[in-house]
């Protein structure tokens, strides 16, 4: 499950956030989601065994995406 958790700057919580994110498997490159904050996204395995990464994406204020979070993970 994958969940992006958004805050403005004084800490507060902010839900509803659309954003893109991408997961790329060992040996599978991920294609683009989309995702609202705080929503619970779920993801499926695919590919061999290996180190994977997951990337989002949101929109700045010029409309253009900038990348906000990146995580990297192993599969077993």
Not at 10 to 36: L, N
Request: one cysteine or more; aromatic letters at 10%.
């Amino acid at each position: 499950m994958l969940r992006v958790e958004t805050r403005d700057s004084g800490g507060a919580v902010v839900e509803g956030i659309s954003f893109m994110w991408y997961v790329d498997w060992a040996t599978v490159k991920g294609s683009r989601h989309k995702g609202q904050s705080f929503e619970n996204l779920m993801l499926r395995c695919k590919g061999s065994p290996g180190k994977g990464e997951v990337r989002a994406y949101a929109y700045n204020d010029n409309g253009g995406l900038v990348e906000v979070a990146r995580a990297a993970f192993v599969i077993e």
